[in-house]
């Protein structure tokens, strides 16, 4: 019997044996046709610097877009200062960008109606069964690729493919994902180098062992402009499956620079899977007294002052728009994915800006998109504090004031999504932890939101789990130019992530609960609202005053200043916040403004819960039950204060806390 049994071993070891050699002399034989056509298409000095790269399913990978979108010419860039270089001027060259009068300033327009992310057609891919709830557009696995591939089949004729490689995060980093960029664009390109670290050495040095992130771009036919013409095939899709993202028929830098917000979908997947979180968040350092620096991180939706807080002056800046973020003995800590900024001109200005003025005004490496150039080959945005130019070109060509598109409405002067593109590296308050590999250690974490009639300016959360959910998964902003559709609509848009949610969004507020709660010392959570009106409509603060918000929550984190508490958390008390206005803006700071800008609304809060529950029983199927608790538990403190102090509770009547 134990003979039998013996054979029997040996002949299924022997078959298996067969079968992985069979298998290992197919894919020889497959990775030599591979290896061939590539050699024949990209020329030798190409195929030498992928040859490099031991890794077959790279090779495939880019042998197979490169047969079926059958582009002209492929450039493989290792990253080299003349690689990159070669990038810049192919983009000039190509008419994708045109140089400005100042040295190193180019411009790109994209198409009238390519100005933002188009969230209608991006879609993750799915297969049968999978489904990831009423936020999340998707479409058919099978159906999805089908249709990609077959608009892909051919588009790259004509044009240049460029094969680029980074590296997501801090080279040699626990945080850190290769990714592989195939894109027929100079611009992508071109801007990918300006916002990513170069990632060709590292792929050469994990070699088989690599995981990779895959993204596939073309911005299909152009017209006469260099802007893609058939905008109705533009496609954005997401397969979770296969780490890939394939984008076409559109230039928009959201919609095309895979490493941004299409590696973000992937990214904030992979993190749920491993224990790690994604977050739409700014890193930055703010310096508190005794030079201390303490990290924060800060989730706003896109146009709600994201990338002007995190560069405000007399801070330091690691990051304007994506965080990784690990448990790590008992801390979280952060890196950012990116390495320079993709940031929204509209509104910058001397006086309010000076940092990124001052380098949007050197003569440095700088990409501008859809702003209006003038006469003199200078460049132009609204709320530039300068004399407005009459005429220019912008994204619809030959501007003059009054100008009207083809359904009648009146043309800005410059897209309010208009865009520059530039290397950290360019900006004065750059954080020299920025590369470190082991991440910052965050000490706060902000949320702010576009909100004109409801929330105080700034308020800390009482704990992780009500931070998280009145503050993080409540936040509701109004929409803006950043994705296409109407402007100035509430909606709830949870950490600012439900754009790029790429998990339920029961499952990401879940994940996020528990990230927190078994850390040591778990963060404070703060909210800021910037655009708090008063009854007649104006603005209760200037734009400096988050100053002074920042030093105020660097202070609490340190448990530095009290606090007077408040049914919905914890806010500053007068006394402080006038010492840091004359401290930080040598300004007064009256009692009475305190009063407008910090009394407890209670009736549009109390609404404002009502909206938040309402979408998270309709839009959130798997809502966490905890979710519900915590904030009816914040109604009921409401309604009983209202009882004692009516709908509008002025901070001067509220008691200190002791605690600090
Ligand atoms: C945003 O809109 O949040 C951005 C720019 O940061 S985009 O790349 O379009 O997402
Ligand atoms: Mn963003």
Redesign the pocket.
């Known amino acids: 019997m134990l003979f039998i049994l013996f054979g029997l071993l040996i002949i299924v070891m022997k078959a298996e044996e067969g079968t992985r050699s069979r298998r290992g002399k197919r894919w020889k034989m497959e990775d030599k046709r591979t290896m061939d056509m590539l050699k024949a298409r990209l020329g030798d000095e190409n195929y030498r610097k992928l040859s490099r790269i031991d890794n077959q399913e790279l090779h495939q990978f880019i042998a197979r877009y490169v047969e079926l979108c059958n582009p002209d010419k492929v450039f493989v860039s290792t990253g080299s200062p003349e690689d990159v270089y070669y990038i810049r001027q192919e983009a000039i060259r190509a008419g994708e960008e045109k140089e400005l009068a100042m040295e190193g300033h180019t411009v790109h327009f994209d198409g009238y109606y390519d100005q ?2 188009d969230k209608k057609n991006t879609k993750f891919l799915l297969p049968a069964g999978v489904d990831l709830g009423a936020n999340i557009n998707a479409v058919d696995r099978e159906e999805g690729l089908k249709e990609i591939h077959d608009t892909m089949r051919g588009i790259m004729q004509g044009h240049q493919l460029y094969v680029l490689f980074f590296c997501l995060g801090p080279l040699n980093s626990q945080f850190s994902i290769p990714a592989v960029q195939l894109t027929d664009s100079g611009y992508v390109a071109h801007s990918e180098d300006l916002l990513y670290r170069q990632g060709y050495e590292e792929f050469v040095r994990l070699g088989k062992s690599v995981r990779f992130f895959k993204f596939v771009h073309s911005a299909g036919a152009l017209d006469e402009e260099m802007t893609s013409k058939n905008i109705d095939k533009r496609r954005v899709y997401i397969d979770l499956e296969d780490e890939t993202v394939y984008s076409v028929n559109t230039q928009y ?2 919609n095309t ?1 895979g490493l ?2 299409l590696a973000m979908r992937l990214a904030i997947n992979k993190g749920s899977k491993e224990g790690w979180r994604t977050e ?1 968040m700014f890193i930055m350092g703010v310096h508190g007294p005794s030079k201390r620096v303490t990290y924060f991180t800060g989730a706003f939706p ?1 146009l709600c002052g994201k990338t002007s807080t995190s560069m405000l002056l007399g801070e330091t800046i690691i990051g304007d ?1 994506i965080a990784y973020l690990r448990k790590r003995d008992g801390v979280i800590r952060a890196v950012n994915p990116e390495k320079g900024i ?1 940031g929204i001109i509209h509104g910058i200005n001397s006086e309010d800006d000076p940092l990124i003025w001052k380098t949007l005004h050197s003569p440095d490496e700088i990409i501008f998109s859809n702003i209006l150039v003038t006469e003199e080959k200078g460049v132009y945005w609204i709320g530039k504090n300068e004399a407005q130019p009459t005429k220019g070109i912008h994204h619809s060509g030959e501007w003059t004031p009054g100008k009207r598109d083809a359904e009648g409405n009146e043309i800005s002067l410059s897209h309010p999504n208009a865009r520059f593109t530039l290397d950290m590296r360019l900006i004065e308050n750059l954080d020299p932890e920025l590369d470190n590999p082991e991440g910052v250690v965050i000490g706060g974490i902000i949320y702010g939101g576009r909100d004109s009639d409801t929330k105080v300016p700034v308020e800390e959360s009482f704990d992780w789990v009500h931070g998280v959910i009145t503050m993080g998964a409540a936040l509701e902003s109004e929409t803006t130019a ?1 994705a296409l559709g109407k402007e100035g609509v509430q909606k709830i848009n949870p950490m600012s992530n439900l754009d790029f949610l790429s998990i339920p969004t029961g499952k990401y507020i879940e994940d996020y609960l528990n990230f927190g709660a078994k850390l040591r010392n778990p963060p404070p959570i703060f909210s800021v609202n910037y655009f708090l009106r008063d009854s007649e409509g104006n603005l209760t603060n200037d734009k400096t005053d988050k100053r002074v918000w920042l030093k105020w929550m660097e202070l609490r984190s340190h448990h530095e200043v009290e606090a007077i508490t408040t049914p919905t958390g914890h806010i500053p008390k007068h006394e402080d916040l006038k010492r840091l206005f004359r401290e930080v803006l040598d300004k007064e700071y009256p009692n009475k403004d305190y009063v407008k800008q910090f009394t407890v609304r209670v009736a549009e809060t109390l609404a404002k819960i009502e909206r938040v529950m309402e979408f998270y029983k309709t839009k959130v199927l798997d809502t966490p039950k905890i979710v519900f608790e915590v904030l009816e538990e914040q109604k009921q403190r409401l309604i009983l204060a209202r009882e004692n102090y009516g709908d509008y509770i002025s901070p001067n009547k509220l008691s200190f806390t002791k605690k600090v």
């Open positions: 933002a992310r830098g959201g620079i941004k917000k739409h896109s728009d993709f950043a």
